[in-house]
Protein backbone atom coordinates (compact mmCIF):
# COMPACT_ATOMS: atom_id res chain seq x y z
CA UNK A 1 0.00 0.00 0.00
CA UNK A 2 1.16 3.39 -1.01
CA UNK A 3 2.12 5.85 2.08
CA UNK A 4 0.20 8.86 0.54
CA UNK A 5 -2.90 6.92 0.81
CA UNK A 6 -2.82 7.53 4.85
CA UNK A 7 -0.88 9.53 8.13
CA UNK A 8 -0.49 7.86 11.02
CA UNK A 9 -1.20 9.42 14.60
CA UNK A 10 -0.18 8.51 18.15
CA UNK A 11 -3.80 8.25 20.05
CA UNK A 12 -5.21 6.76 23.69
CA UNK A 13 -7.63 4.12 23.38
CA UNK A 14 -10.08 3.73 25.94
CA UNK A 15 -12.23 1.08 26.68
CA UNK A 16 -15.87 0.39 29.14
CA UNK A 17 -13.69 -0.35 32.12
CA UNK A 18 -11.47 3.30 31.49
CA UNK A 19 -8.65 1.32 30.81
CA UNK A 20 -6.35 4.12 28.88
CA UNK A 21 -3.95 2.48 26.28
CA UNK A 22 -1.35 4.67 24.30
CA UNK A 23 -1.20 3.26 20.61
CA UNK A 24 -1.43 4.60 16.76
CA UNK A 25 -3.82 5.03 14.59
CA UNK A 26 -3.95 5.13 10.45
CA UNK A 27 -6.03 7.71 9.20
CA UNK A 28 -7.27 8.84 5.08
CA UNK A 29 -5.42 11.77 3.58
CA UNK A 30 -6.99 13.98 1.92
CA UNK A 31 -5.89 17.17 -0.15
CA UNK A 32 -7.30 19.94 -2.19
CA UNK A 33 -6.77 19.97 -5.93
CA UNK A 34 -6.86 22.20 -8.20
CA UNK A 35 -8.39 22.02 -11.45
CA UNK A 36 -8.13 24.10 -14.38
CA UNK A 37 -9.00 24.19 -17.84
CA UNK A 38 -7.47 26.71 -20.52
CA UNK A 39 -6.41 28.88 -17.45
CA UNK A 40 -9.40 28.89 -15.94
CA UNK A 41 -9.86 27.10 -12.76
CA UNK A 42 -13.10 25.08 -13.06
CA UNK A 43 -12.79 22.72 -9.60
CA UNK A 44 -11.46 22.66 -6.13
CA UNK A 45 -11.54 19.07 -5.22
CA UNK A 46 -10.93 17.38 -1.94
CA UNK A 47 -9.09 13.88 -2.38
CA UNK A 48 -6.89 11.23 -1.62
CA UNK A 49 -3.69 12.31 -3.05
CA UNK A 50 -3.08 9.62 -5.52
CA UNK A 51 -3.74 9.68 -9.32
CA UNK A 52 -4.56 13.28 -9.79
CA UNK A 53 -3.85 13.03 -13.32
CA UNK A 54 -6.80 9.78 -14.09
CA UNK A 55 -9.24 12.33 -11.20
CA UNK A 56 -9.13 15.26 -13.32
CA UNK A 57 -9.51 13.72 -17.03
CA UNK A 58 -12.30 11.56 -15.35
CA UNK A 59 -14.20 14.63 -13.83
CA UNK A 60 -14.21 16.53 -17.52
CA UNK A 61 -15.39 13.24 -18.61
CA UNK A 62 -18.48 12.29 -15.83
CA UNK A 63 -19.32 15.64 -15.68
CA UNK A 64 -20.07 16.13 -19.20
CA UNK A 65 -17.30 18.95 -19.94
CA UNK A 66 -15.59 17.81 -22.56
CA UNK A 67 -15.06 14.49 -24.57
CA UNK A 68 -11.82 13.32 -23.94
CA UNK A 69 -10.94 13.53 -27.75
CA UNK A 70 -11.09 17.36 -26.69
CA UNK A 71 -8.05 16.96 -23.96
CA UNK A 72 -4.80 18.01 -25.98
CA UNK A 73 -2.47 18.62 -23.49
CA UNK A 74 -2.40 17.64 -19.22
CA UNK A 75 -0.02 19.35 -16.81
CA UNK A 76 0.25 18.14 -13.55
CA UNK A 77 2.29 20.07 -11.01
CA UNK A 78 1.65 19.04 -7.23
CA UNK A 79 -1.92 19.44 -6.11
CA UNK A 80 -3.02 21.55 -9.76
CA UNK A 81 -3.82 19.96 -13.25
CA UNK A 82 -4.12 21.76 -16.25
CA UNK A 83 -6.06 20.83 -19.30
CA UNK A 84 -5.92 22.01 -22.45
CA UNK A 85 -9.24 21.71 -23.87
CA UNK A 86 -9.76 22.20 -28.12
CA UNK A 87 -12.46 24.65 -28.67
CA UNK A 88 -13.86 25.64 -24.77
CA UNK A 89 -14.79 29.29 -23.90
CA UNK A 90 -14.59 28.72 -20.20
CA UNK A 91 -15.92 32.19 -19.77
CA UNK A 92 -19.61 30.21 -20.43
CA UNK A 93 -19.10 28.11 -17.62
CA UNK A 94 -20.56 28.89 -14.20
CA UNK A 95 -19.99 27.11 -10.77
CA UNK A 96 -22.74 25.08 -9.29
CA UNK A 97 -22.95 23.28 -5.73
CA UNK A 98 -22.17 19.34 -6.92
CA UNK A 99 -23.65 16.48 -5.31
CA UNK A 100 -20.85 15.77 -3.57
CA UNK A 101 -21.00 18.81 -2.03
CA UNK A 102 -18.47 21.09 -3.44
CA UNK A 103 -18.45 23.41 -5.81
CA UNK A 104 -17.39 22.93 -9.51
CA UNK A 105 -18.64 23.04 -13.01
CA UNK A 106 -20.95 20.34 -14.25
CA UNK A 107 -23.25 20.03 -17.34
CA UNK A 108 -27.08 20.08 -16.79
CA UNK A 109 -28.12 18.04 -19.58
CA UNK A 110 -29.11 14.30 -19.55
CA UNK A 111 -25.90 12.78 -21.99
CA UNK A 112 -27.81 10.01 -24.74
CA UNK A 113 -28.61 6.70 -24.09
CA UNK A 114 -25.67 4.50 -23.30
CA UNK A 115 -24.76 2.27 -26.20
CA UNK A 116 -23.84 -1.16 -25.34
CA UNK A 117 -25.35 -4.55 -26.32
CA UNK A 118 -22.87 -6.60 -23.64
CA UNK A 119 -25.01 -8.87 -21.30
CA UNK A 120 -23.45 -9.79 -18.55
CA UNK A 121 -23.72 -13.04 -16.25
CA UNK A 122 -24.83 -12.50 -12.51
CA UNK A 123 -22.26 -15.12 -11.56
CA UNK A 124 -19.48 -13.11 -12.34
CA UNK A 125 -20.87 -9.74 -10.51
CA UNK A 126 -21.30 -11.86 -7.24
CA UNK A 127 -17.93 -13.32 -7.64
CA UNK A 128 -16.42 -9.54 -8.24
CA UNK A 129 -17.35 -8.25 -4.84
CA UNK A 130 -14.11 -9.11 -3.34
CA UNK A 131 -12.71 -6.29 -5.69
CA UNK A 132 -14.27 -4.03 -3.34
CA UNK A 133 -12.24 -4.69 -0.53
CA UNK A 134 -8.67 -2.53 -0.16
CA UNK A 135 -5.87 -2.59 2.23
CA UNK A 136 -6.92 1.19 2.99
CA UNK A 137 -10.08 1.09 3.72
CA UNK A 138 -9.35 -1.59 6.35
CA UNK A 139 -6.53 0.42 8.07
CA UNK A 140 -8.58 3.70 8.26
CA UNK A 141 -12.23 2.84 7.87
CA UNK A 142 -12.57 5.98 6.07
CA UNK A 143 -12.54 5.44 2.04
CA UNK A 144 -14.43 3.98 -0.91
CA UNK A 145 -13.43 2.50 -3.71
CA UNK A 146 -14.31 1.93 -7.74
CA UNK A 147 -13.78 -0.76 -9.63
CA UNK A 148 -14.27 -1.80 -13.60
CA UNK A 149 -14.93 -4.96 -14.14
CA UNK A 150 -14.70 -6.83 -18.03
CA UNK A 151 -17.00 -9.18 -18.87
CA UNK A 152 -15.55 -12.30 -17.65
CA UNK A 153 -15.14 -11.07 -14.31
CA UNK A 154 -11.66 -10.03 -14.20
CA UNK A 155 -10.28 -7.11 -12.34
CA UNK A 156 -9.37 -4.04 -14.91
CA UNK A 157 -8.27 -1.66 -12.56
CA UNK A 158 -9.54 -0.14 -9.34
CA UNK A 159 -8.94 3.74 -7.56
CA UNK A 160 -9.07 4.32 -3.79
CA UNK A 161 -10.30 7.81 -2.48
CA UNK A 162 -11.85 9.48 0.01
CA UNK A 163 -15.03 10.56 -2.22
CA UNK A 164 -16.89 7.87 -3.31
CA UNK A 165 -17.47 10.55 -6.66
CA UNK A 166 -13.56 10.99 -7.32
CA UNK A 167 -13.12 7.34 -6.81
CA UNK A 168 -15.23 6.74 -10.07
CA UNK A 169 -13.31 9.68 -11.93
CA UNK A 170 -10.42 8.30 -11.41
CA UNK A 171 -11.32 4.91 -12.61
CA UNK A 172 -13.17 6.17 -15.60
CA UNK A 173 -9.96 9.01 -16.00
CA UNK A 174 -7.67 5.75 -15.92
CA UNK A 175 -9.82 3.90 -18.53
CA UNK A 176 -9.52 6.87 -21.27
CA UNK A 177 -5.87 7.44 -20.70
CA UNK A 178 -4.95 3.69 -21.48
CA UNK A 179 -7.50 3.77 -24.68
CA UNK A 180 -9.86 1.31 -23.07
CA UNK A 181 -13.72 0.79 -24.44
CA UNK A 182 -15.98 0.86 -21.19
CA UNK A 183 -19.42 -0.23 -23.10
CA UNK A 184 -17.77 -3.81 -22.99
CA UNK A 185 -17.17 -3.08 -19.20
CA UNK A 186 -19.05 -2.59 -15.97
CA UNK A 187 -18.31 -0.60 -12.60
CA UNK A 188 -18.16 -1.59 -8.81
CA UNK A 189 -18.64 1.12 -5.97
CA UNK A 190 -18.73 0.93 -2.64
CA UNK A 191 -21.27 4.14 -2.55
CA UNK A 192 -24.78 5.11 -2.10
CA UNK A 193 -25.54 5.99 -5.69
CA UNK A 194 -27.23 9.32 -6.22
CA UNK A 195 -28.23 11.49 -9.66
CA UNK A 196 -24.65 12.64 -9.78
CA UNK A 197 -23.32 9.00 -9.44
CA UNK A 198 -25.46 7.64 -11.98
CA UNK A 199 -25.13 10.29 -14.62
CA UNK A 200 -20.52 10.36 -13.75
CA UNK A 201 -21.10 6.68 -15.05
CA UNK A 202 -24.24 7.54 -18.06
CA UNK A 203 -21.83 10.10 -19.33
CA UNK A 204 -18.69 7.75 -19.54
CA UNK A 205 -20.57 5.09 -21.75
CA UNK A 206 -20.24 2.12 -19.25
CA UNK A 207 -23.53 0.20 -19.31
CA UNK A 208 -23.88 -1.02 -15.79
CA UNK A 209 -23.29 0.03 -12.33
CA UNK A 210 -23.24 -2.29 -9.45
CA UNK A 211 -23.06 -1.10 -5.93
CA UNK A 212 -23.21 -2.99 -2.58
CA UNK A 213 -24.97 0.20 -0.73
CA UNK A 214 -28.28 1.75 -1.35
CA UNK A 215 -29.54 3.84 -4.55
CA UNK A 216 -31.42 7.10 -3.96
CA UNK A 217 -34.42 7.81 -5.51
CA UNK A 218 -33.16 10.18 -7.83
CA UNK A 219 -30.13 7.46 -8.92
CA UNK A 220 -32.72 4.78 -10.00
CA UNK A 221 -34.56 7.30 -12.20
CA UNK A 222 -31.53 8.66 -13.92
CA UNK A 223 -30.37 5.33 -14.65
CA UNK A 224 -33.75 4.83 -16.16
CA UNK A 225 -33.45 7.95 -18.35
CA UNK A 226 -30.02 6.85 -19.40
CA UNK A 227 -30.33 3.29 -20.06
CA UNK A 228 -27.85 2.37 -17.18
CA UNK A 229 -28.53 -0.74 -15.46
CA UNK A 230 -28.85 0.07 -11.60
CA UNK A 231 -27.56 -2.82 -9.07
CA UNK A 232 -27.70 -2.05 -5.52
CA UNK A 233 -27.38 -3.90 -2.56
CA UNK A 234 -25.14 -6.37 -3.71
CA UNK A 235 -23.26 -9.17 -2.19
CA UNK A 236 -21.60 -12.49 -2.93
CA UNK A 237 -24.90 -14.00 -2.80
CA UNK A 238 -27.18 -11.64 -3.61
CA UNK A 239 -28.41 -8.36 -5.69
CA UNK A 240 -30.82 -5.77 -6.52
CA UNK A 241 -32.13 -4.76 -10.30
CA UNK A 242 -33.46 -0.99 -9.83
CA UNK A 243 -33.11 -0.57 -13.51
CA UNK A 244 -33.09 -2.08 -16.98
CA UNK A 245 -32.85 -5.36 -15.80
CA UNK A 246 -32.75 -6.64 -19.46
CA UNK A 247 -28.41 -6.03 -19.01
CA UNK A 248 -28.15 -8.59 -16.96
CA UNK A 249 -28.13 -12.30 -18.19
CA UNK A 250 -31.30 -13.99 -16.11
CA UNK A 251 -32.21 -17.29 -18.23
CA UNK A 252 -36.19 -16.52 -18.33
CA UNK A 253 -36.06 -17.45 -14.28
CA UNK A 254 -36.71 -14.13 -12.82
CA UNK A 255 -39.44 -14.79 -10.04
CA UNK A 256 -40.97 -11.42 -9.43
CA UNK A 257 -42.56 -12.47 -6.20
CA UNK A 258 -39.50 -13.25 -4.39
CA UNK A 259 -37.02 -11.38 -2.54
Do not use: W
Not at 72 to 95: A, F, G, V
Not at 166 to 191: E, R
Not at 192 to 201: A, H, P, T
Amino acid sequence: MRDDYTKTYPVTKVDRKKTATCTSFSVAREENVELYINGSKIASILTSPVDIKELAVGYVICEGIADFADINRIYENKNRIDLEILDMDCKSLSYELRSSGYMGISAKDYPTKIESNVIFEPEYIFSSQKFLESGVYRLTKGTHLAALINQNGELVTQAVDIGRHNAIDKVIGYSKLAGLDVSSLYLLSTGRQSNGMVLKCSRSGVPLLVTKSAPFDSGIETAKKTGLCLVGFASESKMYIFANPERVNLDDNTDKNKN
